[in-house]
């Protein structure tokens, strides 16, 4: 998959964990797409600088927290649950030992 998709659906993967649960964590993204610590880390960068004021960190939860105004900025159309069902029909899920090769 090229970088500039997978960008794509990590920033809709997001969105739509926001939509759904109101939180999202970089567990989230790992767990529907495999992506490494520091990628997931750069893609929620990206995505407050696309779209700032649409969730707040909270370090005790170790999570992002929707805002208040939170809308979905990179769904578009989609559903949120309509994308994160297609991810995992697509990529399944991942576990520490799929991506370790244990």
Same mark, same amino acid.
Request: glycine content about 6%; overall charge positive; hydrophobic content about 40%.
């Given at each position: 998959?090229?970088? &500039?998709? +997978?960008?794509? &659906?990590? =920033?809709?993967?997001?969105?739509? !964990?926001?939509? +759904?649960?109101?939180?999202? /964590?970089?567990?989230? #993204? $790992?767990?529907? +797409? @495999?992506?490494?610590?520091?990628?997931?880390?750069? #893609?929620?960068?990206? $995505?407050?600088? &696309?779209? *700032?004021?649409?969730?707040?960190?909270?370090?005790?939860?170790? !999570?992002?927290?929707?805002? *208040?105004?939170? !809308?979905?900025?990179? =769904?578009?159309? /989609?559903? &949120?649950?309509?994308? #994160?069902?297609?991810?995992?029909?697509?990529? @399944? /899920?991942?576990?520490?030992?799929? !991506?370790?090769?244990?």
């Amino acid at each position: 998959m090229s970088k &500039a998709l +997978l960008d794509d &659906a990590v =920033l809709k993967l997001i969105d739509a !964990k926001l939509a +759904l649960n109101g939180s999202v /964590t970089s567990k989230d #993204v $790992y767990r529907h +797409l @495999g992506l490494g610590r520091q990628k997931v880390s750069k #893609v929620f960068q990206d $995505y407050l600088a &696309a779209n *700032p004021d649409s969730m707040v960190y909270v370090p005790a939860k170790r !999570k992002y927290i929707a805002s *208040p105004d939170f !809308k979905p900025h990179f =769904l578009g159309d /989609t559903k &949120a649950g309509e994308f #994160v069902d297609a991810l995992i029909t697509v990529f @399944g /899920t991942f576990t520490n030992n799929e !991506k370790s090769g244990e």
